[in-house]
């Protein structure tokens, strides 16, 4: 579940990762027979910050889906996945801040993924990730000086869409390639799940999570009660 407070905390205080140049036009790290089936984004549920630009769930969206078809759409394979992704909650950093309490852009997403030809959940729960955009002279005093609101969504889908690349690389089990099913994680306390006794998932939510013959789950992300945004001292400039 998603917290707004650490979220806010860590807009102002947390240490960001290099960004880095796009890797896109490099090698895609090897996930054995993969190739991209459904691409599904909702973000219906996001929160935002108090202190952010306003970024609507159809921008949200579409920002997404471009960032999953540009790193998955390189794979061809010759076994479909569908990815599920939601948008939980993000702050995308504004202008006209001061600099010692220049907010940094933060978005936080939710990862699922399926085997098509078994409609097989792979992961029993998802997979939350918390990106940012990366230290560099466009974002360490504030992005919201230096980018516009789709420069900043861009860049923290192609951050987040490239940890869940990462992430699915270290389930080598998911994505085999002498043409077995792929073997879906178990759920903590109980057995693997066989594929062919898999339900498959909605095409119109990726929060969603179903495994075997259990019923649907939706994991919510429940609004906080209004309150006054609390001013979050930057880091210190020399």
């Not at 807009?11 to 895609?28: I, K, Y």
């Not at 309490?101 to 097989?120: C, F, M, R, Y």
């Not at 013959?213 to 400039?237: F, H, K």
Request: glycine share 8%; proline share 11%.
């Amino acid at each position: 579940m998603l917290n707004l407070r650490h979220l806010a905390l860590f807009c102002g205080l947390a240490l960001l990762t290099a960004c880095g140049a796009s890797d896109l036009e490099e090698p895609p790290v090897p996930l054995g027979d993969f190739a991209l089936g459904l691409n599904i984004v909702v973000a219906d549920n996001v929160q935002k910050v108090p202190i952010s630009r306003e970024a609507t769930p159809d921008e949200w969206e579409a920002v997404m889906k471009e960032a999953v078809a540009a790193r998955f759409g390189r794979y061809d394979g010759s076994r479909l996945y569908n990815i599920g992704i939601s948008i939980d909650g993000y702050a995308l950093a504004p202008p006209g801040i001061p600099v010692v309490a220049a907010p940094k852009s933060v978005l936080v997403i939710t990862a699922n993924i399926w085997d098509d030809a078994t409609q097989t959940k792979l992961n029993p729960e998802g997979e939350q990730f918390t990106v940012f955009e990366g230290m560099s002279g466009d974002t360490v005093i504030g992005s919201g000086l230096t980018r516009n609101k789709k420069k900043q969504m861009e860049v923290l889908s192609y951050n987040a869409v490239k940890r869940v690349e990462e992430w699915l690389a270290r389930h080598p089990e998911w994505f085999p390639t002498d043409g077995t099913a792929p073997v879906p994680l178990a759920a903590e306390g109980e057995a693997a799940a066989t594929p062919a006794g898999a339900v498959a998932p909605a095409a119109t939510t990726a929060t969603t999570a179903t495994t075997g013959t259990a019923a649907p789950r939706t994991v919510a992300v429940p609004l906080p009660p209004p309150q006054e945004p609390v001013p979050i001292p930057g880091p210190s400039l020399p």
